[in-house]
């Protein structure tokens, strides 16, 4: 939990320029109680925190927030008491970084969901946990030295053996020492690819984590393969650990690169779309990847994207500002050399309006701080909720009266 929190800041610090303002919520009693136990098979754990948290996925300003979050430690018998809580519905999660809590399938929204009415008891929130695996190795180059801050990944297989596609959560990520050497703990019993080096979906982590790692390597699959169907898969129990997984890294330069250029533009005008990132993914599944243009699009809607392996790919447009249109996903494939002439085409969106209020407060002033917050429509369902070409939706922002428009949203 403690990485995927980590990570997941670092990415929305880079993607957002603008935050919402927090905003007071209006006073709640906060007289009720959440108790239950924590154990692993019919031991106690003695000593570990219980965090309470807003239930639902975090919000951006849950995930930067650096105020106190309730919490409170078992004790002898694994027992925990949160008090003064007030009516709502929240997320219980046990703190324990070597431990695994049974059922828990979503890294960003760990432990279990408790609603809780003005005053209530509530009892037998009851957390069982195993011991987490352990996966240890070294990370070297193709002379056998080792490569220090490297990026190291375990990648945990679904039913279907399949890794988390393409941007989507993936919070499995460590680093190496000084002696290159890695320890990946805390881990869910499964099958698991583990990888180090640089994929291009992995350039936002790294820029997330202050860049570290050296760019001079490709990703590589344990313990010495670039695609991704090569890969020994390294299967683990709870508490097991397994060791000797080293990893040999291959240079960037045995595999070419390529260039991919282009206009964005209107599609019932034919007029250029300038001001607007472009967007890529890899649509192979052994050999997925992500990443954005250098710049925005000039003028003439004029694009380019570099450091393209051979690959099926989508590319899609990311706006800037609030806009009326949606760009339609491009497929397109680069085999053996730069793909020039691709065109975007943007088309007119859909809109959601409305009108935003703060419940209880009628100070003019409170309300101005609405217009401060960025609106966001994004897929939450079907095909284009897991599929990053088709996921961006429309912005807008709330007025000085509270109304508020969301432009260019995709049908």
Same mark, same amino acid.
Do not use: C
């Given at each position: 939990?403690?990485a995927?929190?980590r990570?997941?800041?670092?990415?929305v610090?880079?993607?957002?320029s603008?935050m919402?303002q927090?905003?007071a919520?209006?006073?709640v009693a906060?007289?009720?109680?959440?108790?239950?136990?924590?154990?692993i098979?019919a031991t106690a754990?003695?000593g570990?925190e219980?965090l309470?948290?807003?239930?639902g996925?975090?919000t951006?300003?849950?995930i930067l927030?650096?105020?106190?979050?309730?919490?409170?430690?078992t004790?002898a018998e694994?027992?925990f008491?949160l008090?003064?809580?007030?009516?709502g519905?929240?997320?219980?999660m046990v703190?324990?970084?070597t431990l695994v809590s049974?059922g828990?399938? $979503?890294p960003?929204?760990?432990?279990r969901?408790v609603?809780?009415g003005?005053g209530?008891?509530?009892?037998?929130i009851n957390?069982?946990?195993?011991?987490g695996?352990?996966?240890?190795?070294k990370?070297t180059?193709?002379?056998?030295?080792?490569?220090?801050?490297e990026s190291?990944?375990?990648?945990?297989? $679904?039913?279907?053996g399949?890794?988390p596609?393409a941007g989507?959560?993936?919070?499995?990520?460590?680093q190496?020492?000084?002696?290159?050497?890695y320890?990946l703990?805390?881990?869910e019993?499964?099958?698991?690819?583990?990888?180090?080096?640089a994929?291009?979906?992995d350039?936002i982590m790294r820029?997330?984590?202050?860049g570290?790692?050296?760019?001079?390597?490709?990703?590589t699959y344990?313990?010495e393969?670039?695609?991704?169907a090569?890969?020994?898969?390294?299967e683990?129990?709870?508490g097991?650990e397994?060791e000797n997984?080293?990893?040999?890294?291959?240079?960037?330069?045995?595999?070419k690169?390529?260039?991919v250029?282009?206009?964005?533009i209107?599609?019932a005008s034919g007029k250029?779309v300038?001001?607007?990132?472009?967007g890529?993914?890899g649509?192979?599944?052994d050999?997925?990847?992500f990443?954005?243009?250098g710049?925005a699009?000039?003028?003439a809607?004029?694009?380019?994207l570099?450091g393209?392996?051979?690959?099926?790919?989508k590319?899609?447009?990311?706006?800037?500002e609030?806009s009326?249109?949606?760009?339609?996903?491009?497929?397109?494939e680069?085999?053996?050399?730069?793909?020039?002439?691709?065109?975007l085409k943007?088309?007119?969106g859909a809109?959601i309006?409305?009108?935003?209020?703060i419940?209880?407060?009628t100070d003019?002033?409170?309300?101005e701080?609405?217009?401060?917050v960025i609106?966001?429509? $994004?897929s939450?369902?079907g095909e284009?909720?897991?599929?990053?070409?088709?996921?961006?939706?429309g912005?807008?922002?709330?007025?000085?009266n509270g109304?508020?428009?969301?432009?260019?949203?995709?049908?």
């Amino acid at each position: 939990m403690q990485a995927a929190l980590r990570v997941l800041s670092g990415v929305v610090l880079l993607v957002l320029s603008t935050m919402a303002q927090t905003i007071a919520p209006k006073p709640v009693a906060a007289t009720g109680t959440i108790a239950g136990h924590v154990t692993i098979g019919a031991t106690a754990v003695t000593g570990v925190e219980v965090l309470l948290k807003a239930s639902g996925n975090p919000t951006v300003t849950d995930i930067l927030s650096t105020g106190p979050v309730p919490t409170t430690t078992t004790d002898a018998e694994g027992s925990f008491k949160l008090v003064g809580v007030a009516a709502g519905s929240y997320r219980v999660m046990v703190y324990a970084l070597t431990l695994v809590s049974e059922g828990d399938d $979503n890294p960003l929204t760990p432990g279990r969901t408790v609603n809780v009415g003005e005053g209530e008891n509530v009892e037998n929130i009851n957390f069982t946990m195993t011991r987490g695996a352990v996966l240890t190795g070294k990370v070297t180059d193709p002379e056998g030295r080792p490569v220090i801050a490297e990026s190291v990944r375990a990648h945990k297989l $679904n039913a279907e053996g399949k890794r988390p596609a393409a941007g989507m959560p993936d919070f499995n990520f460590w680093q190496t020492d000084d002696r290159g050497v890695y320890r990946l703990f805390g881990l869910e019993p499964g099958r698991y690819l583990l990888t180090a080096g640089a994929g291009a979906e992995d350039a936002i982590m790294r820029m997330a984590m202050g860049g570290q790692g050296d760019h001079s390597y490709q990703r590589t699959y344990y313990p010495e393969m670039v695609e991704e169907a090569k890969a020994k898969i390294i299967e683990v129990k709870a508490g097991e650990e397994v060791e000797n997984l080293d990893i040999k890294l291959v240079p960037t330069n045995q595999n070419k690169t390529f260039a991919v250029a282009g206009r964005v533009i209107e599609a019932a005008s034919g007029k250029p779309v300038a001001g607007v990132m472009v967007g890529y993914t890899g649509t192979k599944t052994d050999e997925p990847a992500f990443g954005v243009g250098g710049a925005a699009t000039s003028a003439a809607g004029e694009f380019r994207l570099e450091g393209l392996k051979a690959n099926s790919y989508k590319a899609f447009v990311i706006g800037l500002e609030a806009s009326e249109n949606y760009g339609e996903p491009l497929s397109f494939e680069v085999i053996r050399s730069d793909l020039t002439g691709l065109e975007l085409k943007m088309h007119q969106g859909a809109s959601i309006s409305g009108v935003a209020v703060i419940e209880g407060a009628t100070d003019p002033k409170l309300r101005e701080k609405l217009t401060k917050v960025i609106l966001m429509a $994004n897929s939450v369902g079907g095909e284009q909720a897991t599929d990053m070409a088709s996921a961006f939706g429309g912005t807008g922002q709330i007025t000085a009266n509270g109304t508020f428009k969301i432009g260019g949203v995709r049908p």
